[in-house]
């Protein structure tokens, strides 16, 4: 259930569009004011240098009513009582700051949401030997439904880091062969939940939720290669688990995660070229960078500036053979600039067409909102 109104949400995304294609050049200014005055939305989304004013405002009430309170609760003797106390307060203070006054990535809304998840994660630390069981769940619980409830990408992504810390460490519950295996589990996890995101960005009803899919899909991606990862599987290994292992000694299965680490970056960008995502391409050219420096740090064949330079060369020469190949459009696949604002132009030309005449506008289900700055799916500053 969403906090916001829709209509609000719809045309939201409908000026922010508008906006793009204007500064694109692809919309007059009268055509560019009349989507604005036609598609008002009632919700109060400030620019990034008032929204930390109200965040810097909103956590010195925060911390000063935690203190008043502390004092308060200092008679019961429960740290525990009073974190819960406290992340109920922010939550419920949440629900009336958007019910009453509409803030949508306003400084204060977001700020109240990561109170609510810090004194909740304090209520479970303290007190209690399975802490990290227990918060990651308690977290993932919590962020998802604020996330899904006020559109909000950031507690996405710590909805999706809180699971897969929770499911690691149920995981590894399970023995000897379990703390071996988890990688390739945690691998698994991050490639279901990648085609869970996929899934859920194609269906209309979830188009609010776009930008949460899609910072959720780059995760799953640079996840599922950490977790395949010769250098990240071993010196978690070392830390998590204490095995104390140094530079030259191998891990079980060292093989495959040697092969893991140089592959899934190629796999990467063909799936980028082929499929036309641009998710997959950048993702695996950042990747290429981190492979380089993995192998150079347990085999010492160049000076580390000399490894960096040559990474750089590497994606300079992927990239530019990317920008040859694209040079002729393939299967509708082109380096030139993506037209999608022209294609959202069409439609809102349309809908000033159609309001017009005095026609009821139906484009609202089929543009495609999101990308938007900060927590939300198409907020932004100012139109």
């Not at 019910?99 to 209690?128: H, V």
Request: with cysteine.
């Amino acid at each position: 259930m969403i906090a916001y109104n829709r209509t609000d949400l719809d045309n939201e995304a409908i000026c922010n569009e508008a906006s793009k294609a204007f500064h694109h050049g692809s919309i007059d200014k009268d055509v560019y004011q009349k989507i604005v005055s036609s598609h008002k939305s009632n919700l109060y989304t400030p620019n990034y240098f008032i929204r930390i004013g109200l965040m810097i405002l909103t956590l010195v009430i925060i911390s000063f009513s935690a203190g008043l309170l502390a004092l308060i609760f200092d008679g019961f003797n429960s740290i525990t009582v009073f974190f819960v106390f406290m992340a109920l307060v922010c939550y419920a203070s949440l629900e009336l700051m958007v019910k009453k006054k509409q803030y949508y990535n306003a400084g204060i809304d977001n700020l109240l949401q990561w109170g609510t998840l810090f004194f909740l994660a304090g209520a479970i630390t303290f007190e209690n030997s399975n802490q990290f069981i227990l918060m990651s769940l308690l977290l993932f619980l919590a962020s998802a439904w604020m996330a899904w409830r006020f559109v909000d990408a950031l507690m996405g992504l710590i909805a999706y880091f809180s699971f897969m810390a929770f499911v690691f460490h149920i995981y590894i519950e399970f023995g000897d062969i379990a703390k071996a295996t988890a990688p390739f589990v945690m691998m698994l996890v991050s490639g279901l939940i990648f085609f869970l995101m996929r899934n859920l960005k194609n269906k209309p009803s979830l188009r609010y939720n776009h930008f949460c899919f899609d910072v959720v899909t780059v995760c799953t991606l640079i996840t599922f290669y950490a977790c395949g990862n010769y250098f990240v599987v071993k010196e978690l290994s070392n830390v998590m688990f204490q095995l104390q292992l140094q530079l030259n000694d191998p891990i079980p299965f060292g093989w495959i995660f040697w092969l893991l680490t140089v592959s899934i970056p190629i796999v990467y960008i063909m799936i980028g070229l082929l499929k036309k995502d641009r998710i997959f391409l950048r993702t695996g050219l950042l990747l290429v960078a981190i492979t380089v420096l993995t192998i150079r740090y347990y085999h010492e064949i160049l000076a580390i500036e000399k490894a960096l330079l040559l990474a750089g060369i590497i994606l300079v020469a992927i990239s530019y053979a990317c920008i040859k190949y694209l040079d002729t459009p393939k299967m509708g696949f082109t380096f030139e600039e993506d037209d999608s604002a022209n294609k959202d132009l069409l439609q809102l030309e349309a809908l000033i067409l159609a309001e017009t005449f005095g026609k009821k506008a139906e484009t609202q289900q089929q543009m495609e909102f999101g990308g938007g700055s900060g927590g939300g799916a198409g907020a932004g500053g100012n139109y």
